[in-house]
């Protein structure tokens, strides 16, 4: 599959939110009977043996969910804590924020429905390897920022959209299902950010770099089960 983007693949310049254009295709590693969806923003589609861990270790991918979603509301929060007088990125990520947070009630009050403990888990090499690839001076560290958060959404999106099909749990399916939608808002709203702040060709080969880098740390499987393994 190519890594390249092109103009086309990015969003329209028509102040319109970009859907992430879930297509369905298979992957080289194909799970028997069902095809693994595509996120066009994504380098590389997630793996067959993501899905299959995934599903194996269900409630384990849920409490990492929701600290998924609860480290979400804290980018956003972040990124408002670091350009405070950016009003319009405040409008944007301070409802976002509420948003996160509302996900992460909504899996926690699954956990405690379950009896299950939000404990704390080891996070795989993805999240440190994305903040690593921030650079350091601004500009580039806003503009890097808005596209590795947006490169999470995507790939949350294109997961829970896995799940959402294929989890053997039905309510776990209702939930992720749920879910998905917003997940694709998000990259839309964090890439509107960087289009509003950066030009066009800056975007596209940044999010070039971005992309091929995001799905290089999930090319090996982590060990343990996680939204991001
Ligand atoms: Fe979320
Ligand atoms: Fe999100």
């Known amino acids: 599959m190519s890594t390249h983007l092109t103009q086309a693949d990015l969003p329209q310049?028509?102040?319109?939110?970009?859907?992430?254009g879930l297509a369905l295709e298979r992957s080289p590693e194909t799970v028997?009977?069902?095809?693994?969806?595509?996120?066009?923003?994504?380098?590389?589609?997630s793996s067959a043996a993501w899905l299959r861990q995934a599903t194996d270790h269900a409630e384990l991918v849920l409490i990492d969910h929701a600290h998924c979603e609860r480290k979400a509301a804290g980018v956003a929060l972040q990124l408002m804590f670091r350009y405070p007088s950016d009003q319009g990125l405040a409008a944007v990520l301070s409802p976002l924020a509420r948003e996160e947070l509302e996900h992460f009630e909504l899996v926690l009050q699954l956990l405690q429905r379950r009896a299950m403990a939000l404990r704390p888990l080891a996070a795989p090499p993805y999240g440190a390897g994305l903040a690593q690839s921030v650079r350091r001076r601004e500009p580039e560290r806003m503009l890097d920022s808005f596209l590795v958060a947006g490169l999470i959404e995507a790939r949350?999106?294109?997961?829970?959209?896995?799940?959402?099909?294929?989890?053997?749990?039905?309510?776990?399916?209702?939930?992720?299902?749920?879910?998905?939608?917003?997940?694709?808002?998000?990259?839309?709203?964090?890439?509107?950010?960087?289009?509003?702040?950066?030009?066009?060709?800056?975007?596209?080969?940044?999010?070039?770099?971005?992309?091929?880098?995001?799905?290089?740390?999930?090319?090996?499987?982590w060990g343990e089960a996680r939204f991001h393994s």
Do not use: I
């Not at 310049?13 to 992430?20: E, F, I, K, M, V």
């Not at 069902?34 to 590389?44: F, T």
């Not at 950010?193 to 995001?214: D, K, M, N, T, Y």
């Open 13 to 20: 310049a028509d102040g319109q939110l970009p859907s992430l």
């Open 32 to 45: 028997p009977t069902s095809p693994v969806a595509r996120v066009k923003w994504l380098a590389s589609p």
């Open 156 to 221: 949350s999106h294109e997961r829970m959209a896995l799940l959402a099909a294929h989890s053997p749990d039905p309510e776990l399916r209702a939930l992720y299902g749920d879910l998905l939608a917003s997940e694709a808002r998000h990259f839309g709203l964090y890439w509107l950010l960087a289009e509003e702040r950066f030009s066009r060709p800056v975007l596209v080969e940044r999010l070039g770099q971005l992309s091929v880098l995001e799905a290089g740390l999930l090319a090996t499987l």
